[in-house]
């Protein structure tokens, strides 16, 4: 892709998940030295703000969506702040936080590219809704939400609210998947490349595929990266690990691919979780992945 500028917004938010953790994040990715190794790669980083967390105002009235009411005006000024980056004519790179973010990162993306594609690098697919979450935790539920198939969503000043279509969606490392989910997946079509996948086609085929659909008819392709993607031995510090996920080199190769193919818009990287780390592995691993998504290689 084009070397841009980029808007690093910073979303310390964790009550999306199952626990504590995760609102570390951000900072664990900077630390790391994000800044620096971007602008060292010529990368221009406009701006680093920061989406303040909502004091929790409300216990766990519905034990089925837990802290949505925070949620939803987390990405609600996630939504405004990314639409913003998009009309400036910078990128918009989100460090979550959990993975309920996202469900901001892409409504305000959709207000600039309405036709959005989505690339889903995750264990999991995060199509539950209220009615068939096991657990209750947002974080599972935010792509359903971007899809519109939950009864909540991020709507704009407005009020108005543009669903992605499934069409233009791509799971990537899939392996962990609800019962709801698979129905969805299903019924819907959604292409998704599970680890056998992978398994059998290897990475850069699976990656070209995603590219294309996403790609296809859309104005620009959302990245959301869930670390939990990659197999827990590489990234130990996440919330909700499984075993068996991509590898250090198959997630570097997949955002090379992407670096070259210049269709991502905007990314989110979430599900970093600094207390469960071992030697800052984790939010090093990350931050050399979105090196890698805006061009820095080997040679």
């Known amino acids: 892709m084009a070397i841009p500028k980029v808007t690093i917004i910073r979303v310390p938010f964790g009550l999306g998940a199952g626990r504590p953790g995760a609102e570390y994040g951000p900072e664990a990715i900077l630390q790391a030295g994000l800044v620096e190794r971007l602008e060292q790669d010529g990368i221009e980083v406009v701006e680093v703000s920061d989406i303040t967390p909502p ?30 980056s998009l009309a400036d004519g910078t990128f918009p790179l989100i460090l ?15 207000r600039i590219n309405p036709k959005l594609g989505v690339i889903w690098f995750d264990a999991h697919t995060d199509l539950n809704t209220v009615q068939t979450s096991p657990s209750g935790n947002v974080h599972g539920m935010s792509l359903a939400a971007s899809l519109g198939w939950t009864d909540w969503r991020i709507e704009d000043a407005a009020g108005q609210y543009t669903p992605v279509q499934p069409s233009n969606v791509v799971f990537v490392g899939a392996r962990d998947l609800d019962p709801g989910e698979k129905d969805f997946i299903r019924k819907q079509g959604i292409a998704c490349f599970t680890m056998h996948e992978i398994d059998r086609m290897g990475m850069e085929a699976v990656m070209l595929q995603a590219i294309r659909i996403a790609s296809h008819g859309t104005d620009g392709v959302h990245l959301s990266f869930d670390i939990d993607s990659v197999d827990p031995r590489e990234a130990p510090g996440t919330g909700t690990p499984v075993r068996g996920g991509v590898s250090y080199r198959e997630a570097h190769l997949a955002l090379e691919l992407l670096s070259e193919a210049g269709c991502v818009t905007s990314a989110d990287f979430v599900e970093v979780n600094p207390t469960l780390d071992i030697n800052q ?13 805006f061009g820095e290689r080997i040679l």
């Open 96 to 110: 979550g936080g959990d993975h309920s973010i996202a469900a901001g990162s892409i409504a305000g993306a959709t």
């Open 281 to 293: 592995q984790t939010s090093t691993l990350v931050m050399e992945l979105i090196c890698s998504l």
């Open 55 to 84: 004091p929790v105002l409300t216990a766990v009235v519905d034990p089925k969506a837990r802290y949505l009411p925070e949620v939803m005006d987390v990405c609600g000024r996630l939504a405004v702040r990314v639409a913003q």
